[in-house]
Every structure is written in structure tokens, then in C-alpha cells.
């Protein structure tokens, strides 16, 4: 079996050492608290199982940006690509049984000049493994 992204979360806040607690999102989705141009931060939290007798990967994370038209539909284009998460996953050894280990991408202030969706996808040696859109909207 190969090594699989096992969770993919957004976060809407810098992880702190320690329990993730609130930290998440609880919904697919973040919502701007001002109808004017601003900065957000934003992440992942990416979970890989990696199984005995798995070997080494290439973990990456794409956040892909596509703009809303005027009713909130999302443009089937992307406005922009950016590259989150870079990391390599590593073989665990003599273990028995899965191990997961978790990586952070963080993005302390990414920039909403219009509404727009965002678009993350973990991909394992350049194979998507799994995918979440948000949408960022600038009022509710």
C-alpha cells in the first residue's frame, strides 16, 4: 500500500505547539468579517500514513486561486498558483503498524482584494491525493 494524505484541514490561524483544539475550520469555507479588501491568514494541516512497508515521498501542497463572478459562481480559471507545502515523507522503520505524520503550510497574510475561491490540493510525488476548496468571499 502506498503512503496516502490520510487529512487535508484548512486553518484560519497559526498552529500553536500543543493541542489543535479550535483551530480548524469547521466548514469548508471562510468567510471575510469586512465587505473591503484586506489580508487573511491561511493554511493546511496535512496528515500522511505512511505503512511499513512504505517508502520515502514527496509531499506538496497547491493552493489555487480562481476568481467569483457577481452571484459568488466560481470563473473556471485560475488567477493564481501558490505553492504552500514542500515536504518529504520518510519511511518509519521496523514499526508494525501505520504511522501518520502531520505537516503545516502557513500563509500569515495572503491578500483578498475581490471574491474568490481557493482551491488546496495535497498531491504525494506529484499524484493528487486530495482536495478542499474555500471560498473567501468579502461579506456574508
Known amino acids: 500500500m502506498p503512503v496516502r494524505v490520510a487529512t487535508l484541514l484548512v486553518i484560519d490561524r497559526q498552529p500553536v505547539v500543543g493541542e489543535w483544539g479550535e483551530q480548524t475550520l469547521s466548514v469548508p469555507g471562510a468567510l471575510l468579517p469586512l465587505a473591503t479588501p484586506g489580508t487573511i491568514g491561511i493554511g493546511v494541516f496535512v496528515e ?16 489555487y486561486v480562481r476568481p467569483l463572478d457577481e452571484s459568488l459562481q466560481v470563473i473556471d480559471e485560475v488567477s493564481e498558483l501558490v505553492h504552500v507545502l514542500e515536504r518529504d515523507v520518510t ?50
Open 48 to 63: 500522511v500514513e505512511v505503512q511499513p512497508e512504505d517508502t520515502a515521498a514527496q509531499l506538496d501542497v497547491w493552493m
Open 91 to 140: 519511511p518509519i522503520g521496523e514499526s508494525a503498524a501505520a504511522v501518520y505524520q502531520s505537516f503545516i503550510g502557513w500563509i500569515p497574510s495572503y491578500p483578498v482584494q475581490e471574491q474568490q475561491q481557493l482551491w488546496l490540493e495535497a498531491r504525494l510525488d506529484n499524484v493528487m491525493q486530495t482536495e478542499r476548496a474555500v471560498s473567501l468571499v468579502s461579506e456574508i
